[in-house]
């Protein structure tokens, strides 16, 4: 089982990855609408992803498959992540030119250690962050864990959890570490389990043969944006027609990925990363859509990759409330609305 994102956010790829160009990129034209012609008119850019590839991913890895990022003016190679690698620091260092960080703890952390990078779209407009249930415990409600067993990994203890207490009366007494292992939960039916929404229930049906309850933190008032676009000061002040290409395309990947044929982006990520089947990627899909994680909230007006101040600041007084940051912390520093809300690829969305 894969890590859960707050260990995610301590991990990503110290080794390129070079994405071949699939056959759709062959057949661009280069007189399409923001299309470029030969190769050596692309501006090369590098995007880190903070894990190994899956369909948490799937937009960008879609992007360069179909060609969105080419017809962008863009050559963009992804360096996917690993569990010990840290492509943040690629980022820092200017090895790279894009991050994807996890969440935006993660970005007002960057403020309070004075890291000169800044947050540009948020893809995830929920944290995918889920509690896993037994079925016969009939829970369907956040504050009905407290009586459990809770399986919580370091970070969500130093995180998300100072949260719970905060706002539902949690306490560490029930808590155990959870070291991605699902099997204690599958053998303890008064437990709960950390997760993915998008992945750590399909691998618990698969193992245990039953599906669990989920419970999302997004929905009880977790309000953690997900699966950032991050990069340095200096791109946004000297490249900011690149950044805005670079989060427009990703933006249009995500489109084609969650609401297209999202097969050519999958074809990559199972080249990438083996353990990826078709039906994981299947279910990471269905569930990123059922539950909404990038596709509702302020997206639904102004597009995939939507921020607005309300919302981070919102976040940030829970998290104050919560002892997880401080109250002096400047955190308008972490993200600029500049590059987002431009209602990119609002016409890829189905009518509904």
Do not use: C
């Amino acid at each position: 089982m894969k890590a859960a994102p707050l260990l995610r956010t301590l991990t990503a790829g110290l080794l390129a990855v070079v994405l071949a160009a699939a056959p759709a990129m062959a057949q661009e034209k280069g007189n399409e609408k923001g299309g470029h012609g030969a190769a050596d008119k692309l501006d090369k850019v590098s995007f880190g992803t903070n894990w190994v590839a899956e369909g948490e991913h799937g937009g960008f890895f879609q992007a360069v498959a179909d060609g969105t990022y080419r017809k962008y003016g863009l050559d963009v190679t992804i360096v996917p992540g690993g569990p010990n690698d840290n492509n943040r620091m690629l980022l820092i260092a200017g090895k790279i030119d894009f991050f994807m960080t996890a969440n935006t703890l993660m970005s007002f952390d960057a403020v309070a250690n004075k890291v000169p990078v800044v947050s540009v779209a948020s893809i995830f407009q929920k944290d995918p962050q889920v509690f896993l249930t037994h079925p016969e415990s009939r829970i369907t409600k956040l504050k009905e864990l407290k009586p459990l067993t809770l399986f919580v990994s370091k970070e969500g203890i130093a995180s998300y959890y100072q949260w719970l207490k905060s706002e539902y009366g949690f306490n560490e007494k029930n808590v155990r570490p959870y070291t991605f292992n699902a099997q204690p939960f599958i053998a303890n039916r008064e437990s709960a389990m950390e997760g993915y929404v998008s992945s750590e229930p399909f691998a618990v049906e698969k193992a245990a043969g039953f599906k669990p309850g989920v419970i999302l933190l997004a929905d009880s008032g977790f309000n953690s944006y997900s699966t950032l676009i991050e990069t340095r000061r200096d791109v946004i002040e000297n490249k900011p027609d690149l950044v805005q290409r670079f989060v427009d395309a990703s933006i249009i990947g995500w489109y084609h990925y969650i609401y297209g044929d999202n097969s050519a982006g999958n074809a990559m990520i199972k080249k990438l990363n083996p353990e990826m089947t078709d039906e994981l990627l299947a279910y990471s899909v269905a569930k990123m859509k059922e539950y909404g994680i990038v596709d509702s909230g302020d997206s639904i007006k102004n597009g995939i990759g939507a921020m607005t101040d309300e919302h981070v600041t919102g976040f940030f007084e829970k998290m104050v409330k919560a002892g997880v940051v401080k109250s002096d912390l400047d955190y308008h520093k972490s993200y600029t609305l500049r590059f987002v809300n431009k209602g990119v690829g609002l016409e890829l969305r189905p009518n509904k």
